[in-house]
Structure formats: structure tokens, C-alpha cells
């Protein structure tokens, strides 16, 4: 998701750096981006020369030290582990000037368990990002019980700058709000399927057509990616120990098989024969 939250960033004026230690993350970030980009351009919705200004307010590094070096704000978009998060805080909180806001688009993780490590628990906060990052509106801004107003309130603002619909969430809860909700339709969903009551593609199409929404469960699952999804109930039911929060055994098996969803070709649906 980063790469996305970085070009929204761009597109919005801001100058911005992608940090990644991988170097095929970061070719494969741009090659994404600027092929993103080309798309936008042959539906008119970005001009060339508003295209060429954001692509050149970005920048790829892979040292995290000297791209935070100057950072106002830094969003940590890094692989959902604690250990990892933790020890990249840590890093920024010596690295990035005292004023930087350090923000991390963690859905699983609330910003309290980062603060300490970073030295300045004041400046510190969740900014989830939905996918895909370049369309999704919403933003979930969650304090924590030692962030600052000063910070909410930039965090909020930058949120909206960037094009988004920011929602504060005053405590940290498991799930937040958007996760939650996704994860009471897809518990269903799954419950219905598991039963034997309609197809997938049935359920799926019930809830684009009567509910409006823009994809079903399973087709937005497969999106999302199945590990995320599993390692998302993982992570809450640690937290709540609440039965209904248990990771799902189909979702489980699947991640097992290396079925993933969109990002390996096959999921609940095979993109490699329907897509
Ligand atoms: N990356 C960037 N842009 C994308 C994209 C992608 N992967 N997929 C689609 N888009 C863009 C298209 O370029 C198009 O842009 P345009 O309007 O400027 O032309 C726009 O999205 C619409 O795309 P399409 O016309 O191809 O297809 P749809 O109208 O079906 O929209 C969708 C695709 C936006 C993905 C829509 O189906 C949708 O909103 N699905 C639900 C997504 C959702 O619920 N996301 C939240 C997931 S939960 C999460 O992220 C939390 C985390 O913690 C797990």
C-alpha cells in the first residue's frame, strides 16, 4: 500500500520518498505507479504535465536513514510485524527531525505499541489507508492516550489534503471501525458458504446487487489478499480472545495452499480463468 499512499502524496503536491529495503520492492513500485499513471492519462483524468510534476516530487530509497532525514511526516507502511514496526521507530525517532509526525497505516497494530520505541509518543498515530490507496476515500485516524491534539489534528488535515475523507477514532479498539464491519459481512459470508447455502459467486453478487456495495466478500477478500485477511482475525483474536474474531478455517487452508487471492492468481475465485 505504500507506494499508492506514497503518490497520493505526490499528486497532492507533497515531495515524497518510498523506503524500502528490497530494491525489486521498490522497481516494482515504480513500474506500478508510472504504468498507473500512463492509465490515468489515456482516460483524461490526469494531464501530462500534472502527471510529470507528481511523478518528479517522488523519489525511491532504500536507505531508511537518509530518506527520514528531512521528513515532516513519515507513514510506515511495512509488513504487519510488530518486531519490524517496533524497531523502524525506533530508527525514526533518532533519524527524523524532532517536529516529524510518524504515522503508521497499520489495521492491526495500534500506534501504542510503536510510540515508546520512537521517543516521541505525542507525535505518533495510526493512518490506515484502504485498498487500493489511489481511490479509497477513507482514512482511519486512531490516537492513542499520549498523541497529542496538535498531532490529530495535522494528521486529520494532511488526510484531507490528500484528497481523503479522514474519521477519527478516539481509542484504540481491535479492527478499528472499516475492519470491523468488513469482518461482521465476511463472517457471514463464510458461514453461508460453509453451510452450503449458496455459492460464493451467489453471495457475492447479493451483496453488490442488494446492498449496493461495490464488491462482494469474497471478491473483495481475494483483493485484499487472503494472508492479510487471516492475519488480520489472527491478530484480533489475540487481542479479544472473542470466538466470533477466530481466523477462518477455509481462509486458513487456502493461505495454507498458497491461494492468496488476486496477488497469486487464485484465491476463492481463479483470476487466471475468470479475470
Ligand atoms: N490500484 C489503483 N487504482 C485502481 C485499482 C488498483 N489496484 N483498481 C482499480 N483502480 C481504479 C481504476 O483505475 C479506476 O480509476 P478511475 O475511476 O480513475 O478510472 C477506479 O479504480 C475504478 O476501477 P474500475 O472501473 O476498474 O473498477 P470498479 O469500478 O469495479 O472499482 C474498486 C474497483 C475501486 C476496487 C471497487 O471495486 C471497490 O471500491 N471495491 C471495494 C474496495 C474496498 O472495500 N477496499 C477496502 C478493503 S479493506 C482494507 O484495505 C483494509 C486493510 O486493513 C485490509
Given at each position: 500500500m505504500g507506494r499508492q499512499i506514497a503518490m497520493s502524496a505526490a499528486l497532492s503536491g507533497y515531495a515524497?520518498?518510498?523506503?524500502?529495503?528490497?530494491?525489486d520492492g521498490l522497481e516494482f513500485a515504480e513500474a506500478e505507479l508510472?504504468?498507473?499513471?500512463?492509465?490515468?492519462?489515456?482516460?483524461n483524468k490526469l494531464t501530462v504535465d500534472a502527471a510529470g510534476a507528481a511523478l518528479n516530487r517522488l523519489s525511491f530509497?532504500?536507505?531508511?536513514?537518509?530518506?527520514?532525514?528531512?521528513?515532516?511526516?513519515v507513514i510506515e507502511a511495512a509488513t504487519e510485524r510488530l518486531d519490524i514496526k517496533r524497531s523502524i521507530f525506533k530508527c525514526l525517532g533518532t533519524v527524523a527531525p524532532a517536529h516529524a509526525i510518524l504515522a503508521t497505516n497499520s489495521s492491526t497494530m495500534g500506534s501504542s505499541m510503536v510510540a515508546e520505541a520512537s521517543g516521541r509518543a505525542d507525535r505518533v498515530c495510526?493512518?490506515?489507508?484502504?485498498?487500493?490507496?489511489?481511490?479509497?476515500?477513507?482514512?482511519?485516524?486512531?490516537?492513542?492516550e499520549s498523541t497529542s491534539d496538535a498531532t490529530v489534528n495535522t494528521v486529520m488535515a494532511l488526510a484531507s489534503r490528500l484528497g481523503k475523507e479522514p474519521v477519527l477514532i478516539k481509542r484504540e479498539i481491535p479492527g478499528f471501525i472499516a475492519?470491523?464491519?468488513m469482518g461482521a459481512v465476511q463472517r457471514e459470508a463464510l458461514a453461508l458458504a460453509g453451510a452450503g447455502i449458496a455459492s460464493i459467486t451467489d453471495i457475492d453478487t447479493t451483496a453488490r446487487t442488494a446492498l449496493?456495495?461495490?464488491?462482494?466478500?469474497?471478491?473483495?477478500?481475494?483483493?485484499?489478499?487472503?494472508?492479510v485477511i487471516d492475519f488480520i482475525a489472527r491478530a484480533n483474536f489475540a487481542?479479544?480472545?472473542?470466538?466470533?474474531?477466530?481466523?477462518?478455517?477455509?481462509v486458513s487452508a487456502l493461505v495454507a495452499e498458497g491461494k492468496l487471492g488476486r496477488k497469486s492468481g487464485i484465491g476463492f475465485y481463479d483470476y487466471a480463468q475468470c479475470h
Open positions: 515524497t520518498i518510498v523506503q524500502d529495503i528490497s530494491s508510472e504504468s498507473w499513471v500512463a492509465k490515468q492519462i489515456g482516460k530509497a532504500q536507505d531508511l536513514d537518509r530518506a527520514a532525514a528531512d521528513a515532516d511526516f495510526n493512518m490506515h489507508f484502504f485498498n487500493p490507496a489511489l481511490v479509497m476515500k477513507c482514512v482511519e485516524v486512531v490516537r492513542h475492519n470491523r464491519l449496493g456495495h461495490p464488491m462482494g466478500p469474497f471478491e473483495l477478500m481475494d483483493l485484499v489478499g487472503l494472508d487481542q479479544t480472545g472473542t470466538e466470533t474474531d477466530a481466523p477462518n478455517e477455509r
